[in-house]
């Protein structure tokens, strides 16, 4: 027996390619994508069709929800309960919809984003609204087509008197194609749609001055009319909406932001609790509370209560740049039109509703005419029997049923048979004189129809002139005012630090280890400068009083700097220890903090940031680029190689000279300006020409003329005071000179070299936390061919830490 089994050989490609090409092309035109004509797509056309089946109409009572869902799915829908359940509360939420087109009794969520009540609980009928969209449906205005297993009929479109797609807007997601439509007001569409049927080449400015914009049920405020123009000439364009906020005085010389309508689709909750947020985390110094105060007779409300003397105008609008009390809305109007996915825009959206308008309307006037016809008919049979009534009571008598009397009528008076039905079924009643009056003011009311039927028909004009005054009445029904206002421009907003952040100086220190911390100065005056808490083996690498209005930039030797302003620092004792970097900026495993600098703003020209690196790179770049608004991630500052690290950055002025010592004791001396200034994601120039096993060790900047003295520490020990003459000046990019005496065995090698004062001390620890402090006067002068003086046994003492300049106590009080 021959097998019947077929087999075809596919590619995957082809397959695949086939497979999701019918899924996107079933997803694009009958899920998620609205029809241009009645703005639904078909999960929502399928519950509006149902609750009108069933007649759950505005003028009838609520019908439980549940009910409602298992008709859509039995009968049109068969998905996902959820999924239906869905798409009929956000029908019913008046804030995401313009003009609802379901009324829903019990919980529908809320603008908080709480779910709605399960289906079994809530009950729903269609609005005042939704008649609209069905209106003459009955009338064979749309075409309709067999539901998914065949037992019933449902229709491809609404006759949609309302404009829907523009007044609710529209927002979905597909394959290849997202559309966000926002809503609008009514009576500004209809006079829009008015506009296009009296002047149908009007243009987009034209439709403008009756359309203003956008219209959201949620309020606000509409930025920026040059977005709103564009998106309505292309179908895409940007808007600023900001929320409607009023600065209120209250008792205690202080202000609270009143906040009574918030941007389309944000979440109040949420919102809330983000402002919450910054000010629990002291991002926001200024806020003392925030209180949503929202409730049913009051409508939407959040309060933001200030500290005393902020300025409510400059929270606000950190409030705007920082959270979603300002959005962007994008306009990316996609509906389907003709069938296929269209960029629609507004006059093509007013087109596709006008064109189905006349369809509808011709195809009722048809439906209309053919009724009237018929009835006339009838109408003209009737009074034809009761003018010779006697004989047709005769013949009807003479008859043997029914069907006898219909066709003896038919043969003996030329009645047809329509009218013969109508004759036989006659009650007595009808045969009075009243009757015969009322059936030939029938026949004239009957004729006149026909003729204005008739007339819409034939005449392009008349079926204008009818939408038209549909429309005026539909505006007449349902005219409301706008919610949303636009402002012509998008008001740029401008932050100002000192008014937002309280004014206050603080001590900020940086440990080696990567901890950081801003300290009041009563904790720092309660506690003596060395009860500073902090690792063993860890020490300060900066140490200032800066203000909270200041920034500080943090280096690393990667080659990044972490920009962070001091006011969003950690507030933490002098006690107690800081907070590690890697929880407030995420960095990459290996990577240490080499130094810090404290900027007042980054405004002044004259000042550079020089960067250096262990293979004797040098960098100068200009501070004004350190300065960025986004700051959630370390951020590039000198390009290194691959076996390269940054060891040193520092704040300079272009009159000083630089001095970069080599671990094998190589010395250059050269010009701030020998160093071109460059970006701050480049790679520097060769600061000191190092043999292959050398690396740079310390780098100073001095005053062209300085008097001061070199301060040299070697890695055994060894201190050395020599005379700053000595380093002469030769040029970038040399070799150098040998500032230590190269012994046989056991050589020393540059530990530090410091630029110091005849008054200054030096702190120098060890590993072991052997601690010596010299002081500056009592150390010797010597001579470039000489190494200093052993000051620790590095075997019984341990290795040296660090190396600390300790200022004269009067200094230290100057800057507190």
């Not at 379901?102 to 779910?115: A, F, L, R, W, Y």
């Not at 539909?474 to 005012?481: A, G, I, N, S």
């Not at 003596?528 to 500080?552: G, R, V």
């Not at 703003?601 to 040098?618: I, M, P, R, W, Y």
Request: glycine share 6%; aromatic share 6%; proline share 4%.
């Amino acid at each position: 027996m021959a097998s019947t089994e077929r087999f075809h050989e596919l590619t995957l490609e082809d397959v695949i390619g086939d497979r999701f090409s019918r899924y996107s092309k079933y997803i694009i035109q009958d899920r998620a994508i609205p029809d241009a004509r009645d703005g639904l797509k078909p999960v929502q056309r399928r519950i509006l069709y149902a609750m009108y089946r069933e007649g759950n109409t505005h003028e009838k009572p609520f019908r439980k929800s549940a009910k409602t869902v298992g008709n859509v799915i039995g009968n049109y829908h068969p998905h996902g309960d959820s999924s239906v359940y869905e798409a009929m509360v956000r029908l019913s939420q008046d804030w995401k919809a313009r003009y609802p087109l379901i009324e829903m009794h019990g919980n529908n969520g809320s603008v908080d984003g709480d779910p709605p009540a399960a289906m079994r609980y809530t009950e729903a009928r269609l609005s005042v609204v939704a008649a609209e969209m069905l209106k003459d449906i009955d009338k064979q205005t749309v075409d309709f087509v067999p539901n998914f297993d065949d037992q019933d009929t449902e229709p491809t479109v609404l006759p949609a008197k309302l404009p829907n797609l523009l007044v609710n807007g529209a927002t979905g997601i597909s394959a290849g194609y997202a559309t966000d439509i926002p809503p609008h007001n009514l009576s500004e569409v209809l006079d829009g749609i008015l506009m296009r049927l009296d002047h149908p080449n009007c243009t987009v400015d034209d439709l403008m001055t009756v359309i203003k914009g956008p219209d959201f049920p949620t309020g606000a405020i509409i930025e920026g009319i040059d977005g709103i123009k564009k998106a309505y000439e292309t179908g895409k364009g940007k808007i600023i909406i900001r929320s409607k906020a009023t600065i209120e005085p209250i008792k205690g010389g202080k202000e609270q932001i009143v906040i009574t309508e918030i941007p389309y689709d944000v979440n109040k909750a949420q919102l809330v609790k983000k402002i919450d947020e910054m000010r629990f985390d002291k991002r926001l110094e200024g806020i003392a509370d925030i209180r949503d105060e929202s409730d049913r007779t009051a409508g939407l409300r959040i309060v933001i209560e200030l500290k005393k003397d902020i300025d409510g105008e400059a929270i606000l609008n950190y409030l705007y740049k920082n959270t979603d009390l300002q959005i962007t809305y994008n306009f990316n109007m996609i509906a389907i039109h003709n069938r296929r996915p269209t960029m629609m825009t507004l006059p093509l959206m007013l087109d596709a509703y006008i064109d189905h308008q006349k369809d509808v309307v011709t195809r009722r006037t048809k439906f209309d005419l053919q009724k009237a016809k018929d009835r006339l008919h009838i109408v003209e049979g009737l009074i034809k029997a009761l003018s010779i009534l006697d004989d047709v009571i005769q013949t009807i008598r003479s008859s043997k049923d029914k069907r006898d009397a219909k066709n003896n009528l038919q043969s003996k008076f030329q009645f047809t048979e329509a009218q013969a039905e109508a004759i036989v079924n006659l009650q007595l009643y009808r045969l009075t004189n009243t009757d015969i009056t009322q059936l030939q003011k029938e026949h004239e009311e009957l004729q006149k129809t026909t003729e204005k039927l008739s007339k819409i028909l034939s005449s392009e004009k008349e079926l204008i002139k009818v939408i038209k005054k549909e429309i005026q009445e539909l505006r007449k029904k349902f005219d409301e005012p706008r919610r949303s206002t636009i402002q012509a421009e998008i008001k740029e907003i401008k932050l100002s630090l000192d008014v937002l952040v309280p004014s206050e100086d603080v001590v900020v220190t940086v440990t080696k280890d990567g901890y950081v911390k801003r300290t009041s100065l009563r904790s720092y005056a309660a506690s003596s400068p060395e009860d500073i808490a902090m690792k063993e083996s860890d020490y300060l690498l900066f140490e200032e009083t800066l203000n909270t209005q200041h920034y500080l930039l943090i280096f690393t030797n990667k080659g990044n700097y972490i920009y962070q302003p001091v006011h969003e620092l950690p507030d933490i004792r002098w006690k107690d220890l800081g907070q590690h970097i890697s929880s407030i900026v995420p960095i990459e495993e290996g990577e240490k903090v080499i130094g810090a600098i404290g900027v007042e703003n980054f405004d002044d020209e004259n000042l550079h940031v020089l960067t250096a690196s262990k293979q004797g790179q040098v960098k100068r770049s200009s501070l004004a680029e350190y300065q960025v608004s986004r700051y959630s991630k370390p951020i590039k500052s000198m390009n290194l190689k691959n076996d390269d690290e940054m060891i040193y950055a520092n704040l300079v002025s272009s009159d000083k000279d630089v001095i970069l010592t080599s671990y094998l004791s190589y010395t250059v001396r050269f010009n701030m300006e020998e160093i071109p200034i460059t970006g701050v994601k480049t790679g520097g120039v060769k600061g000191i020409n190092l043999k292959d096993d050398d690396i740079l060790a310390a780098v100073n900047v001095i005053e062209k003329d300085a008097k001061q003295d070199v301060l040299v520490v070697t890695h055994r020990g060894a201190i050395k005071r020599m005379s700053i003459s000595e380093i002469e000046r030769t040029g970038r990019a040399k070799r150098g000179l040998v500032i230590l005496k190269e012994l046989k065995t056991n050589p020393h090698r540059i530990f530090n070299v410091l630029v110091v004062n005849e008054e200054d001390s030096v702190l120098v620890v060890t590993k072991k936390q052997v601690q010596e402090k010299f002081a500056i006067s009592e150390l010797t002068k010597a001579d470039r061919y000489s190494n200093g003086s052993l000051k620790f046994d590095i075997n019984n003492d341990g290795e040296l830490l660090f190396v600390k300049i300790l200022k004269p106590i009067q200094e230290v009080i100057k800057d507190l």
